[in-house]
């Protein structure tokens, strides 16, 4: 019975211990502002978005590159299947983060414009 609690007791720590590990802490990067940047310059050049809506819409992909350098955190040592495996399911939370964006900062016609594009 002791030898029982003591391994439970044990494999608590070790989960806590790699859990704690697990943390991330995401900081913009230039390549993540310049990635950014260029998704907002695609917006823009499709749709010719106002000052303050640029500033909104880079906003929003600034939110998915602070998202997608999370997930690398995340999946850093994780098994190659694992990653693939739950990143379709990322990507498409990335998809609707941006489109919720878009669709409360662009007008009806500028998201007909653009939806007509992405096709």
């Keep these: 019975m002791r030898r029982s609690i003591l391994t439970l007791s044990f494999a608590a720590f070790a989960v806590l211990a790699s859990a704690q590990e697990r943390q991330v802490k995401v900081v913009d990067t230039p390549q993540m502002k310049a990635k950014a940047e260029e998704r907002t310059e695609l917006v823009h050049r499709t749709v010719n978005l106002s000052e303050a809506q640029r500033a909104q819409v ?3 992909y600034l939110q998915v ?3 997608r350098d999370a997930l690398r955190q995340r999946f850093e040592g994780q098994p190659a ?3 693939e495996g739950d ?3 990322q990507y498409k939370v990335m998809d609707e983060m941006v ?4 669709n409360a900062v662009l ?3 500028q998201l007909k414009v ?4 992405a096709k």
């Design 58 to 60: 880079l906003d929003a």
């Design 65 to 67: 590159e602070r998202y």
């Design 81 to 83: 299947e694992v990653v």
């Design 87 to 89: 990143m379709p399911g």
């Design 99 to 102: 489109e919720t964006r878009l």
């Design 107 to 109: 007008t009806e016609q």
């Design 114 to 117: 653009w939806h007509e594009a």
